[in-house]
């Protein structure tokens, strides 16, 4: 069936460091995919998409590409910042206006 | 501005004691969705209301119920039957039909047993 695996955390690192936060999905046909990002004690916020193959979402210097031949979205920046410290959560949209989500990879920045 | 308000922040339960979840949108969504989120196990679809009068169990649906008397709101109760309630819930919405459909979260409610 349809799933979202994503990297397990937690993830520290220092600021102006490089992040990668992996991401493989399991789907029949091509879904849309998705980063959300919860900062505590909120809700969950939309950091970027992608809706067809090779497609590169981007937003707040992350970006994601859309790879069909591997099926991943990994999630990517090349300086993270403090502010950054959040959980970010990988999606997948699946039939019946449902989404599929991973279980979360917290990153916490230090100065 | 639009947006999803989910009410209380916080809430308590008493063993045995139904409780409800308000959410409200003014975004005019006809979508609506209830997750539930434990640490270390992401989001659980529990259940969610494509249009009004209409809702269909998600993933993890025992124990709670609701109700799409409007479209701009999807209270859930978390009852009695639901033997581990503590949890983080989230409710969303979205716009129906289309590859670019994206979910719009509430704040949360932290719901702990007494």
């Known amino acids: 069936g349809n799933s979202v695996t994503q990297m397990e955390g937690p993830v520290t690192l220092s600021e102006e460091a490089f992040l990668t936060i992996n991401c493989t999905y399991t789907a029949t046909g091509y879904p849309s995919l998705f980063w959300y990002v919860q900062y505590p004690g909120e809700g969950l916020q939309l950091l970027l998409k992608?809706?067809?193959?090779?497609d590169k979402g981007s937003n707040k210097g992350f970006e994601a590409t859309y790879r069909k031949e591997t099926t991943s979205f990994h999630l990517e920046k090349g300086s993270v910042q403090v502010s950054d410290s959040a959980v970010y959560f990988c999606?997948?949209?699946?039939?019946?206006?449902?989404?599929?989500f991973g279980t979360g990879t917290s990153l916490t920045v230090i100065p | 501005d639009g947006g999803i308000t989910q009410s209380p922040k916080y809430l308590f339960r008493k063993e045995g004691q139904n409780v409800t979840l308000s959410c409200e949108q003014n975004?005019?969504?006809?979508?609506m969705y209830w997750y539930r989120q434990d640490p270390g196990q992401g989001l659980r679809l529990i259940y969610y209301s494509q249009i009004v009068n209409d809702f269909q169990k998600g993933d993890i649906a025992e124990g709670y119920s609701v109700s799409r008397e409007k479209k701009e709101s999807f209270p859930l109760t978390v009852t009695s039957a639901q033997k581990n309630p503590t949890a983080f819930y989230l409710c969303a919405s979205s716009l129906q039909g289309g590859p670019n459909e994206k979910l719009f979260f509430g704040s949360g409610t932290q719901l702990s047993v007494l």
């Open positions: 992608a809706t067809k193959a090779d």
């Open positions: 975004l005019n969504h006809d979508a």
């Open positions: 999606a997948s949209r699946r039939t019946g206006n449902q989404f599929y």
